[in-house]
């Protein structure tokens, strides 16, 4: 009898750790779901370097939005901007998750012309003194690889199916009506953006058109201009976004893990050799600092 009530305690015990293991289990991967909330947290989404692909910052974003957990994203920016569409992309993913979160743009080494449109969709922007940002303005480049061909003996043929399919080719010396055309797209993307900076900082598009020239600023300056609400570091703005999400005491931060390995992934997936052959071909309309080399 003895035995079998030892077997029987045993049994009750391993059938209770059993229970709760499940519902810690339970518990862990509905919190993790934003389905149970364990403790108001406070997650940091990097934009890093040249902006050419935004399905991985958007898809973390998008993650964000129905957390229930989550109650302020701090999007840290360290980027001297990128191309057009990917930008857009991400300032739209940013304005769509502050519906349901508070966001806040935390500026690095540099935030700038791309990088900055992403940050104005942000509720408040928090800029170190020396962050390089602002170079509101587009740029295309072309290159004419004419003449050098010319000297080693090579001649480009090209078959089209209108005058404009291959503006801005290497082959050739741009006509006139073609930098026309392309300046009134220029134009027209800048316009976009200026009205986009307006829009965020509560700003007239008259004042931001006249610093809209491709100029930058420090951090320091930008603050004077209303381009940022504010100067601190990463951890201003974690604290920043915790306090006008109402999170009560010291937040918990959560730093997503980036998908892949950089460089390597970029290689793998072929990005590299896509963004060598647009940027040869001078085909790719960018938001991007231009800084003077030295």
Do not use: C, H
Request: net charge positive; charged share 25%.
């Amino acid at each position: 009898m003895k035995g079998e009530g030892i077997k029987n305690i045993l049994a009750a015990f391993g059938a209770a750790f059993f229970i709760i293991i499940i519902i810690t289990a339970a518990v862990v991967w509905f919190a993790g779901r934003g389905k149970i909330s364990l403790a108001d947290k406070v997650v940091v989404v990097k934009l890093e370097g040249v902006i050419t692909d935004p399905a991985e910052v958007s898809e973390q974003l998008r993650e964000l939005e129905d957390r229930s957990d989550v109650k302020a994203v701090v999007v840290r920016i360290d980027s001297p901007g990128g191309a057009v569409g990917p930008s857009q992309e991400i300032y739209s993913a940013i304005k769509r998750l502050r519906k349901t979160k508070v966001v806040v743009a935390s500026m690095g080494a540099m935030a700038a012309s791309g990088g900055y449109y992403a940050a104005v969709a942000a509720n408040k922007i928090v800029a170190n003194p020396g962050t390089i940002t602002g170079s509101i303005g587009v740029i295309v480049e072309f290159m004419n690889a004419e003449e050098l061909l010319g000297k080693i003996g090579l001649k480009g043929y090209v078959v089209k199916s209108g005058k404009f399919k291959d503006t801005g080719s290497p082959l050739r010396k741009m006509s006139a009506e073609e930098e026309e055309l392309l300046q009134a797209v220029i134009n027209d993307v800048n316009s976009q953006f200026v009205k986009a900076v307006a829009e965020g900082r509560g700003l007239k598009v008259e004042d931001v058109d006249r610093i809209a020239d491709g100029r930058i600023f420090s951090g320091a300056q930008a603050l004077e201009k209303g381009l940022v609400d504010s100067l601190g570091d990463l951890t201003d703005a974690v604290n920043l976004g915790a306090k006008l999400a109402g999170i009560q005491g010291k937040p918990v931060v959560i730093y997503p893990e980036k998908k892949g390995f950089g460089l390597l992934r970029s290689l793998v997936e072929g990005n590299a050799a896509r963004e060598f052959t647009e940027l040869f071909s001078g085909l790719k309309v960018m938001y991007m600092v231009r800084l003077p080399s030295r």
